[in-house]
């Protein structure tokens, strides 16, 4: 208890208190919820297990039916002001790390490649909702300010550095940076070791 007080101080212990106790009054099978945590359609969304937020985390479903839009799997940690908006189909792997402001999306408000595309005059909010697919396997890291949009694919164990925006696929054991992300570094097996992509033998 002396080192809970030492790290929070007293009015965050009792702040981390009455959210754990929430946590398992609320959402039973997460591990520690810190509210405000707003969880839209719930019925839409599978939280998976042992789920931590930070504080003002958003995981909402545009629509509320039987059909699970947002997957989280187990041990996901997201830190501050995290938003995953689901229209079809998110799917977060396990022990996925999810640094503070991170947006992540399926669906954008119309349409702007290909046929039958959004007109300008149309307002926003009106036009029909475009979707395709997000994946993001497990032991993926994401840093603060990231952007996972419609069509993206992250494979397992990479990493997004801060700030990048990720809009297609991001191979197995990566680090991608920047916006659109690119890959600089991949993990090397035989030598245990990060290495930057034009280097890997």
């Known amino acids: ?28 099978e997460a591990r520690f919820i810190r509210f405000p945590f707003a969880c839209r359609n719930r019925k839409s969304i599978d939280l998976g297990l042992n789920l931590t937020t930070g504080i003002n985390c958003r ?14 799997g187990d ?33 954008t408000h119309g349409s702007y490649s290909g046929k039958n595309q959004s007109s300008p ?24 300010n990231v952007c996972v949009l419609p069509g993206a694919h992250i494979g397992f164990g990479s990493i ?10 991001i191979p197995n054991n990566c ?3 920047g916006s659109p992300a690119k890959v600089i570094k991949v993990y090397d097996s035989r030598l245990k070791q990060w290495v930057k992509k034009n280097n890997k033998r």
């Open 160 to 169: 997004i550095g801060a700030n990048s925006t990720v809009i297609g696929f």
């Open 121 to 144: 005059k149309t307002v926003p909010e009106s036009r029909k909702l475009a979707q395709n697919d997000v994946v993001i396997e497990d032991n993926v890291w994401l840093g603060d």
């Open 75 to 107: 041990n996901v940690q997201m830190n501050d002001y995290v938003h995953i908006t689901g229209h079809k189909y998110v799917s977060i792997g396990n022990n996925v790390l999810i640094a503070s402001k991170v947006y992540i999306s399926d669906c």
């Open 59 to 72: 995981v909402e479903a545009t629509i509320s039916d039987s059909e699970k839009r947002i997957r989280l």
């Open 1 to 28: 208890m002396l080192k809970l007080f030492n790290k929070y101080g007293p009015f965050g212990v009792i702040f981390n208190g009455l959210n754990y106790l929430k946590t398992k009054i609320l959402y039973p």
């Open 175 to 177: 680090i991608a940076v």
